[in-house]
């Protein structure tokens, strides 16, 4: 932006503020909170205009070399490995801690919501360049026979709990694949001893009508995933059923979600076969997954909540658009958190061009 631009910016701001009465309210709502409007979009790998009206949120991962917080294999593991990616282990039998790990901390996402009486709908745009990806074959095996969500490779997790769950523990995981295959699913009964069960669209026991194992296929059509110039975006249509659906389906409500990213370098290995009961199986000892890759996690989880229409410029969500929203979003951009308001130019990014046209949007209004 040029000087006189940025100046033009800075008098309008002066100028819109100065013309609206500044109204302070005591009940704004909760800058922490994913707001998520109400709308169907088209499931096409491609963000709809009406996500920039939700609320989104800009995932972090911090630079770390603790293994607790990102796991991580191969040559991205934060243990010695042998040449095929395996963790060896020292004289007393446990592995050799490196004190790092060889992997750049390149990528980046954004994940945006809609919601409607049925689905809850979530598109993730990641920067990740470097390509890693399964062949299909091996990628079928790891689902129907390894019975693993773990295909690994390049693809995105969301790890999803509500009230009721969390005091037992539970959540419903949803997995995603970049290059477009396969969305699955694991319930987590008890995710604290990693105590899993398939989810069985047959019961009520899962949150989101997303089958698990080797009926994955019968989640074709809930998503879909493209790729763009740095990365790539995958977009999907998550049913709601069971009795979340009566319970929490409505506006007002909130749920929890916690999102990770798996990054594989291109060239990834194989990991060995994990399964026990098809010999040396179809890939001589090796198995539908990759050795070399890091799950990025975000550790905190965001609180989402299912809002009825509201407009792009209400940034404050109280039915109105004026002064208190410019504030609301300069409020916004100056904390920088990882949870943003309406990106109201749509560009993906929230700044001081937002603030702009949102003084443009009030100004033709
Ligand atoms: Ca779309
Ligand atoms: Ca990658
Ligand atoms: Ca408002
Ligand atoms: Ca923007």
Sequence with gaps: MSVKKFLSAFTAVLMITASFPLVLSAEEPETDTVYINKHTPIIDGNIDSEYYSSFHIEHRWLKSDDPSLFWASGKFSFYETDEKGFNITGEDGSYI????????????????YLWDDDNLYVAVKVTDDDYGCVDADRLQYAITCENTLQCQQDSIFLDFSFDTWKKENKSQTIWAERAGRA????????????????ADPETENIFFDIHSGWVFE?????????????GYIIEMQLPVIGKAKSEIWKDGEEFDLQLSIMDSPENARYDKKHSLDDGEGPFHGEG???IDLILLHDQTAYK???SNNFEKDDINLDGEVNSKDL?????????????KPQDINGDGKLNSKDLVTFMKHVAES
């Design 327 to 339: 504030v609301r979003l300069m409020k916004y951009i100056a904390a920088d958190s990882s949870v």
């Design 97 to 112: 801690y490196k004190g790092y790990t060889d992997y750049k901390w390149d990528c980046k996402a954004s994940s945006y």
């Design 288 to 290: 539908g997954s990759f």
């Design 183 to 198: 969305l699955t699913s694991l319930l987590y009964i008890d995710r604290l001893y990693n105590f899993v069960e398939l």
């Design 304 to 306: 989402l909540s299912l």
């Design 218 to 230: 019968d989640n074709d059509g809930y998503f879909a995933a493209s790729e763009t110039s740095d």
